[in-house]
C-alpha cells in the first residue's frame, strides 16, 4: 500500500488541492479508504487525518468501509423508478445474493441506490464501479450478474453493456451551426478582446446553469480584478435529476465547449482552466482527454495560442466524487481545493475571491458552448433569438413520459405544450420543469413557456402522466433534497428531514388539515434561512406540486374537519407566495458565484 500511495501523492505533486483525486484513486484500488491509507496521506501531504475522514463521508462515492470488487449503483432518481428500478434492484439482489444496500460476504460484489445517474433519457440505469450501465433489461442483468460471478474484468465485458447513447431530436441555433476549431479564437482575437466582451454584453448571454446571471458582466468583473493568477472553471457537475444535456455536449461538441473557456480566458486574462466533471460521467473522461490533446496539437492550448505571445492557457480535468451540492459554484471551488464541498459565505464571490482565493469565472457547460458561437456570429444574431429578457435559445434534457426522451434545442419562450406535443407526451399529468429544484406544473399550465421569466431550467424537463401518483414524484424530489443536503446549516439539514417526515406523514394518511399549515410554515422556514440555493429550492417540490393540486393533498388528510381558525385558502396563498419566484430580473445586475 505505501508504494501505491507514495506514488499517488508524488503523481499529485503532494498537493492539497488533489486530495479529492487521491482518494478517488485509492478507493478505485481498495474499494475504499483503508486507516493506514489515511495516516499515509495525511502524513504526506501534512494535513490533519480528520480532514481525509471529512472527504471520506461526504463524497457518496468514498467508503471508511470496503465495497465489493464489482461496486453496483442503481439510480433511484423518479424516472429511473418509472422505469422500474426497483425490479433491477430485486433480481440484482436475487441473482448476486446480496442485500440492497450492503455487501456480498465474500466481498465480491455491492449493490446500492444513488440519487441519479445522468441518464434519464435511458432508465432503469446503473454504474459498475463508475462505469455507466443504461437501459437495464432482464437480459442485461443476467448478463452483468454472469459476469461479476465469473470475475470477468470490466474492461472484458461487452461494450455494448455500457453504450450510452446521445439521441438529438432538435437542433436549432446553436447545434446547427458549423464549426472548426479555433475560429471562434481566431474571430475574437481578430475583432478584438474588449470588443468581443461587448458582442457578449450586446447578445444578452444569461448563465445556463440555473441561475441566470448575465456572463458578460460576470467576465468583466473578473477581468478587473487586480489579483492573478485568475481561473476558468467549467462546472460539469450536472447533478440536477433529470438533466442530461451537458453530458451530450461534451460526449459530442466538446471542442466548442473547450474553445468557449479558452476565449473566456483570453479575455479574463487567465492561464489555467479546470473542468470538474461529475462522477457519474467517467466514461466521458478519456475522450476529453483526448479532446485537449487535440487541441494542445494544434496550437489551441499551451503556449502562446494561435501564436499570440503571452497568451498561454491548459485546461485540466478533474472529477466529483457524488455530491450533488458540489454543483453549487463555491462548493464546488471547496471541492477542487480537497475539501467537502460546504458552500462558502458569500460575499466576497468567486469572481473575486475563487480557486485558491483568486478571481475565478464559474460557468455551466452550456454557456461556454454558446460563447462559442456568439464569439464568431456576434451578439446581435443571438440576441435576435428568444425573449427579450431570456435571449437565444435552451438545450433541453426531455424523460419521463414521453415517446422520444432525449435532447431538444428550443428558442426561449417554446410553450411547455409545443415541447410535450415534438416529444411525443400525452395524457398528461404535469411537467417538472428545472428538476426538483424547479417547478411542477399541471395540465392547466400547459401554455407556460421556457424562459427565465416564466419556467427557469438548467435543462431538466421530466414529463408524467396521469398514470403517475403525484406523491411518488414530490416524496422522491423532498428524499432526493434530505439526502443530498450537505448539513452545514441546521435550516436545511434539519429542515430538509422534518420536510420529509411531516410530507411522509400527510401522504400516509395521519395527516390533520393543521398538518399542511406546519408544512407550508416549515416550507418558509426552510426557504428563507438557508445557507445557499439547495435549502432555498427544496421546499420547491412540495409548493409546487399543492398549488397544482391542492384537492390531491386534500384528499389525503385523516380528518378533514378544519380545527378553528385553520384557513385553507391563507395556507395555499402562503405556499404561492413561497412558490413564486423573486423578481426573475433581479440577478441580472448581479454579480453570482
Ligand atoms: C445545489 C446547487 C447545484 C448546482 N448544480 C449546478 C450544476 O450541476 N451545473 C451548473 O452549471 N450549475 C449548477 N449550479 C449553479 C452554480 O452555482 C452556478 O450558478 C453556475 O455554475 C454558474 O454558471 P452559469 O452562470 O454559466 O450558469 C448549482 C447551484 C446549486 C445551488
Ligand atoms: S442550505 Fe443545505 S446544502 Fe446549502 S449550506 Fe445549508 S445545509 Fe448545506
Not at 473557456?261 to 482552466?273: D, E, H, K, L, R
Not at 475563487?354 to 464569439?375: K, L, S
Amino acid at each position: 500500500m505505501k508504494t501505491f500511495i507514495d506514488s499517488l501523492l508524488a503523481q499529485a505533486e503532494f498537493q492539497t488541492v488533489r486530495l479529492l483525486e487521491i482518494l478517488r484513486a485509492v478507493q478505485a484500488e481498495f474499494r475504499h479508504i483503508p486507516e493506514p491509507a489515511i495516516e499515509l496521506i495525511a502524513a504526506g501531504l501534512q494535513v490533519p487525518r480528520t480532514q481525509i475522514i471529512a472527504m471520506a463521508e461526504f463524497y457518496s462515492f468514498l467508503h471508511l468501509n470496503p465495497q465489493g470488487r464489482y461496486d453496483l449503483l442503481i439510480s433511484d432518481s423518479i424516472t429511473d423508478r418509472m422505469l422500474g428500478n426497483q425490479q433491477v434492484l430485486d433480481a440484482l439482489a436475487a441473482r448476486l445474493q446480496v442485500e440492497v444496500g450492503g455487501v456480498r460476504g465474500d466481498g465480491l460484489v455491492s449493490l446500492n441506490r444513488t440519487s441519479c445517474t445522468g441518464m434519464c433519457d435511458q432508465g432503469p440505469a446503473g454504474l459498475v464501479n463508475g462505469f455507466p450501465l443504461p437501459r437495464l433489461t432482464p437480459a442485461k442483468i443476467a448478463a452483468v450478474a454472469e459476469l461479476i460471478e465469473k470475475q470477468v474484468p470490466l474492461e472484458n465485458w461487452p461494450a455494448e453493456l455500457f453504450q450510452v447513447d446521445e439521441p438529438l431530436y432538435r437542433a436549432d441555433l446553436l447545434l446547427n451551426q458549423p464549426f472548426s476549431g479555433g475560429e471562434a479564437l481566431q474571430r475574437t482575437f481578430a475583432r478584438g478582446l474588449t470588443e468581443t466582451l461587448a458582442e457578449l454584453d450586446r447578445s444578452h448571454l444569461r448563465g445556463r446553469g440555473g441561475a441566470g446571471f448575465k456572463t458578460a458582466l460576470k467576465w468583466r468583473t473578473c477581468s478587473q480584478q487586480a489579483a492573478t493568477p485568475r481561473y476558468v472553471i467549467c462546472n460539469a457537475d450536472e447533478g440536477e435529476p433529470g438533466t442530461f444535456k451537458d453530458r451530450m455536449l461534451l460526449d459530442r461538441y466538446a471542442d466548442q465547449v473547450f474553445e468557449g473557456m479558452t476565449v473566456c480566458a483570453a479575455i479574463i486574462g487567465s492561464g489555467q482552466g479546470l473542468l470538474y466533471l461529475r462522477a457519474d460521467y467517467l466514461f466521458l473522461r478519456d475522450k476529453l482527454l483526448a479532446v485537449l490533446q487535440a487541441r494542445r496539437e494544434q496550437g489551441l492550448l499551451g503556449q502562446a495560442i494561435l501564436g499570440h505571445d503571452g497568451f498561454d492557457f491548459d485546461i485540466e480535468i478533474r472529477m466529483g466524487a457524488g455530491a450533488y451540492i458540489c454543483g453549487e459554484a463555491s462548493a464546488q471551488i471547496e471541492s477542487w481545493e480537497g475539501k467537502p464541498g460546504i458552500p462558502r459565505t458569500k460575499p466576497p464571490n468567486s469572481v473575486v475571491c475563487g480557486y485558491q482565493r483568486n478571481p475565478t469565472v464559474v460557468d455551466n457547460v452550456e454557456t461556454f458552448f454558446a460563447a462559442t458561437h456568439i464569439a464568431i456570429q456576434g451578439g446581435q444574431w443571438f440576441a435576435d433569438v428568444g425573449t427579450p429578457q431570456s435571449t437565444g435559445t435552451k438545450l433541453l434534457s426531455i424523460s419521463g413520459d414521453c415517446l422520444r426522451p432525449g435532447i431538444y434545442e428550443y428558442p426561449f419562450g417554446t410553450p411547455v405544450r409545443q415541447i410535450l406535443q415534438d416529444c411525443g407526451a400525452e395524457e398528461v399529468m404535469g411537467v417538472q420543469v428545472g428538476g426538483p429544484s424547479g417547478t411542477f406544473i399541471s395540465d392547466r399550465e400547459l401554455d407556460r413557456v421556457v424562459a427565465f421569466e416564466d419556467l427557469s431550467t438548467a435543462g431538466s424537463f421530466m414529463v408524467f402522466n396521469r398514470s403517475r401518483n403525484l406523491f411518488a414524484i414530490a416524496q422522491n424530489f423532498t428524499d432526493f433534497f434530505a439526502h443530498e443536503s450537505c448539513g452545514f446549516c441546521t435550516p436545511c439539514r434539519v429542515g430538509t428531514s422534518l420536510l420529509k417526515n411531516q410530507l411522509a406523514k400527510i401522504v400516509g394518511g395521519h395527516g390533520a388539515p393543521e398538518d399542511l399549515e406546519h408544512l407550508s410554515a416549515l416550507c418558509e422556514i426552510v426557504k428563507n434561512n438557508s445557507h445557499c440555493g439547495l435549502g432555498e429550492s427544496a421546499a420547491n417540490p412540495i409548493l409546487t406540486t399543492l398549488l397544482s393540486y391542492p384537492e390531491l393533498y386534500l384528499r389525503q388528510l385523516q380528518y378533514r374537519e378544519f380545527a378553528p381558525g385553520f384557513d385553507l385558502d391563507a395556507t395555499l396563498a402562503a405556499a404561492r407566495r413561497l412558490a413564486q419566484r423573486e423578481d426573475p430580473a433581479a440577478h441580472l445586475n448581479q454579480v453570482e458565484n
